[in-house]
């Protein structure tokens, strides 16, 4: 299987074709024609998004932190509760020895995925030590950042996960920063991957290049306001994943450019919220090809959260979501069974939070630092 970001296989036969895209290193599977979406990216979540809920979560958060540790689970920074700590609990068991998730293959680590999940957790509330083991094993495997989607997937977590200071992290960020030009462009990359280098690059501090990378991103979408893995792809359409994510990404880089720049961010991501509040099925949930758009469905209420939208529908059709049995979520291509990918990307909208929050951690933990 390819493994760089631009390269896809097509293969043809009596069946319906199957293409693969790799996206940062994860492969993204559909059928043409598109009878179902078997996507390998596939994640369910929803969300609450609505004063109240978040009002009255800084009310009880200690109560909860509380409860939580005498129960066992993670303990949670005050302006945070894990709504759902079973489905938490769920991700926390499925890394192999301690150290890395394997959604595809048994024994084969999947590095974003295993990095991602360790940006939710932190967020959640499970310590540096409690994921240490997972720490230690992404800080010797940095030779898997192959792209420039993992190296920034790699330095934002460094930063949430609590190992920013660790001395391969300085390394990475240097060659992700080669990889960009001096407008903010990336060679032969995807919307996904450039989300993550804008988020990289505003936990590292690098916030000017973040919007100019911003930009680059919100010249990316198409003319409805969704987005596309790579800008025009005339065999694919606009997906509500990436098109959260980038939403997610410009907003994070708000006030850091230009007068021009920030007009440019600002009417992408009003174009892009029009286009996910449109697509959106029963006010609760996203579809692709006939089926369940599970990753869109959990990057779409991230993005509703982080726009100050109301995702009340969602978070509870999601939470229905949750199997009785192990508390993970299923997919779309799991046939019921608990997913580990779709559990992780559901991680942090169950719990009303997005990458938002994450930005928001690591600023907090680092002017607590320079005090």
Known sequence: MPRHESECLIRQSRTPIIKTVVVYGWSR??????????????????STNTREVRRFALFISAITAISLAISGCSSQPAQVIDQQPKTSQFVLDSFQDGQFLTPFEAGKAEIGLTLEALTNLSLLGYTKEQLDASIDWATSNTALLTSPGLKATYVFTAYAAGFGDHPTVPSVLYDLK???????????????????????????????????????????????????????????????????????????????GSESAESTKSLANEKSLTWLKDNLVEGTHYVAYDALDLAGTSYGAMALIASDEDATKSVEWLASQINETDFGIPSAYSEGASDVFTSVQALLPLSSLTFLDVVNKINNERNKDNS
Do not use: C
Not at 29 to 46: G, N
């Open 178 to 256: 080669a990889a960009i030009d001096s407008e903010g462009y990336v060679a032969d990359t995807n919307n996904f991957a450039y989300s993550w280098i804008v988020l990289a690059l505003i936990a590292s501090e690098n916030n000017e290049l973040a919007s100019k990378v911003a930009v680059q991103l919100a010249n990316n979408a198409e003319s409805t306001g969704g987005y596309k893995y790579t800008k025009g792809d005339d065999q694919s359409a606009e997906a509500a994943d990436v098109t959260s994510f980038a939403v997610m990404a410009i907003k994070a880089t708000e006030g850091f």
């Open 29 to 46: 599977v559909f059928l043409y024609p598109p009878k179902r979406w078997i996507a390998h990216t596939e994640r369910v979540a929803m």
